[in-house]
């Protein structure tokens, strides 16, 4: 089963008409998308977009063998003229199921954003599913999982994609296509990199790929670390590469400070992020989670806080402690630490402050905490296959 994307963009397209962002800005050759629309072996129809008919000649498609034209979402962006060969579009209600002459079959899938999602199968057996802007499923498991391929706003809904593995309807063969691209994220590089970090890929408009064939699958890394200063988005970034996957643990190795009404608050915040299933542990014990064979993604915020507990327990904020043994036994349980990293089989995500680009602190216990910090981290990043760098919200790929 051949899908041609005639339109990966939002709606109303990408870049926005009239939109002033730098998004928008950046929308250029390969990342200028219309509004998402998908041509189905040539003969069904998913969605419209402005310019169809230049849209398909273009991806040297033909519209006049199309015999089904499905909508799965009001559409209210640019206007779309409805070439005369074509027949008149439809939305399928929700559970109904429609066999067409070509020999696809098309079930009507609920979702949690107004529309309607599509299950097609093709004479060859093959599988797609394919979920409007915005959208989830809705009301279970979707029927006829796993599929080969799904197209669905990946950007703009990770947690779709989360609920598609839980359910079972996709796998680690899926091919996962994000559609539906808007301007909320940076187009180019940084798109990529999000999306590969959920395991999914973009391709441009008028590509085509086959439902089925064996790909390369977007190689996820196992161990991540997420540098940053203070207000960075090192945090947010952490959290987004796990947006898409069900049941992850996130250690917070802060926890509770009595009394600190402003602490609390951003532990808050934290949590309010976070999806509903996600797990939360509060601990600074971390090697037994990194040895969880079986276990589900973990995220750590933040190995700056395991260092302070560390150093708390060895008294090395006191000058004779640490010149009497606190050293020794820090360095002792950073790599315990850092093996621990070394053997995990777990995906792993952790987040650390990047230290010493401010202020020489003014204290020896300071500049000591900077100092073990920075060797912490260079020790953790040793043993991640992925080490990125979150300035001013904006993420740099280190390795």
């Known amino acids: 089963m051949d899908v041609t994307l005639l339109g990966t963009g939002a709606p109303a397209g990408l870049p926005r008409p009239g939109c002033p962002c730098a998004a928008c800005a950046r929308a250029l050759g390969d990342e200028v998308r219309t509004a998402t629309a998908l041509m189905v072996d040539g003969?069904?129809?998913?969605?419209?977009?402005?310019?169809?008919?230049?849209?398909?000649?273009?991806a040297r498609e033909s519209l006049h063998g199309v015999r089904q034209v499905l909508l799965s979402h009001?559409?209210?962006?640019?206007?779309?003229?409805?070439?005369?060969?074509?027949?008149?579009?439809?939305?399928?209600?929700?559970?109904?199921?429609?066999?067409?002459?070509?020999?696809?079959?098309?079930?009507?899938?609920?979702?949690?954003?107004?529309?309607?999602?599509?299950?097609?199968?093709?004479?060859?057996?093959?599988?797609?599913?394919?979920?409007?802007?915005?959208?989830?499923?809705?009301?279970?498991?979707v029927a006829g999982g796993p599929f080969d391929v799904c197209l669905l706003d990946v950007a703009g809904r990770p947690d779709a994609l989360a609920l598609l593995r839980a359910t079972g309807a996709a796998s680690l063969t899926t091919d996962v296509v994000a559609v539906h691209l808007?301007?909320?994220v940076q187009p180019g590089a940084e798109a990529r990199r999000r999306l590969a970090a959920a395991g999914a890929r973009a391709l441009p408009d008028g590509a085509t790929l086959t439902a089925g064939e064996v790909?390369?699958?977007?190689?996820?890394?196992?161990?991540?670390?997420?540098?940053?200063?203070?207000?960075?988005?090192?945090?947010?970034?952490?959290?987004?590469?796990?947006?898409?996957?069900?049941?992850?643990?996130?250690?917070?190795?802060?926890?509770?400070?009595?009394?600190?009404?402003?602490?609390?608050?951003?532990?808050?915040?934290?949590?309010?992020?976070r999806p509903p299933g996600w797990r939360t542990v509060e601990t600074c014990d971390l090697e037994p989670l990194l040895a969880e064979d079986e276990g589900p993604p973990l995220l750590i915020d933040?190995?700056?806080l395991w260092l302070t507990d560390a150093m708390d327990?060895?008294?090395?904020?006191?000058?004779?402690?640490?010149?009497?043994?606190?050293?020794?036994?820090?360095?002792e349980r950073t790599g315990a630490l850092a093996a621990a990293f070394r053997a995990t089989r777990r995906t792993v995500v952790a987040v650390s402050n990047e230290a010493g680009s401010g202020v020489v602190p003014a204290t020896a216990s300071g500049r000591r905490f900077r100092d073990e910090l920075g060797r912490l981290n260079a020790a953790v990043a040793a043993e991640c296959e992925h080490v990125l760098l979150a300035v001013a919200g904006t993420v740099s790929t280190l390795r």
């Not at 109904?96 to 899938?109: F, I, Q």
């Not at 161990?223 to 069900?246: C, D, H, I, W, Y």
């Not at 327990?313 to 360095?331: N, S, T």
């Open 43 to 58: 003969a069904l129809l998913l969605d419209l977009t402005p310019g169809l008919a230049l849209a398909a000649a273009r």
């Open 74 to 141: 009001p559409h209210d962006g640019p206007a779309v003229a409805l070439p005369p060969e074509l027949p008149a579009p439809v939305r399928l209600p929700e559970g109904r199921e429609l066999t067409l002459l070509s020999g696809h079959r098309v079930l009507a899938v609920a979702v949690d954003a107004p529309g309607t999602g599509y299950a097609v199968t093709g004479p060859d057996g093959a599988t797609l599913l394919y979920l409007p802007p915005g959208a989830a499923p809705a009301g279970g498991p």
């Open 182 to 184: 808007d301007h909320g």
């Open 215 to 273: 790909r390369h699958v977007p190689d996820v890394p196992r161990r991540t670390l997420v540098l940053g200063g203070a207000r960075s988005g090192k945090s947010a970034e952490a959290e987004r590469r796990l947006a898409a996957f069900p049941d992850v643990v996130y250690a917070a190795t802060g926890g509770p400070r009595a009394g600190d009404a402003e602490w609390a608050e951003r532990v808050a915040a934290h949590r309010g992020r």
């Open 302 to 304: 933040c190995l700056a």
């Open 313 to 331: 327990r060895v008294a090395a904020w006191d000058d004779a402690a640490w010149r009497g043994g606190g050293a020794r036994a820090l360095a």
